[in-house]
């Protein structure tokens, strides 16, 4: 599948070099069906429609989290590093910055950053 470009945010990656393109949170809420699934583990978006059949404890687990961040779900159930190591091949990008819940300690994202427009399928 080719991705086309709608309107992307996009930053520079690490040592400045590469651009990185982000996915809003906004975005990846619009893939919550059998059709396409996506979801937000720990800042980067995974595409897991192919895996739903595959999931060890039935789709319905992974379609309760569809569009959404699952972090929490993710980690309370208590994931092998075989599995972390798994998910890494549904990676198709990151949560744009300021899509992203601050970490204890840290300020809010600015709203001048706000994600304004995203890539899409």
Known sequence: MVAKEVNSIKGLGPGGKKPVTYYCLSEVAKRN?????W??????VYHITCF??????GEKVLLEQAG???RESF???GHSS????MLKQYCIVDVHPSDLKPESGKKEPSKRDACQSCWSF
């Not at 069906?33 to 699934?37: R, Y």
């Not at 979801?39 to 980067?44: D, E, F, K, Q, T």
């Not at 739903?52 to 404890?57: A, I, M, R």
């Open 52 to 57: 739903l059949s595959k999931h060890p404890d």
């Open 33 to 37: 069906s059998m059709k396409e699934i």
């Open 39 to 44: 979801l937000v583990i720990h800042r980067h």
């Open 82 to 85: 075989d599995t972390r190591e």
């Open 68 to 70: 959404a961040d699952a």
């Open 75 to 77: 980690e309370d159930v």
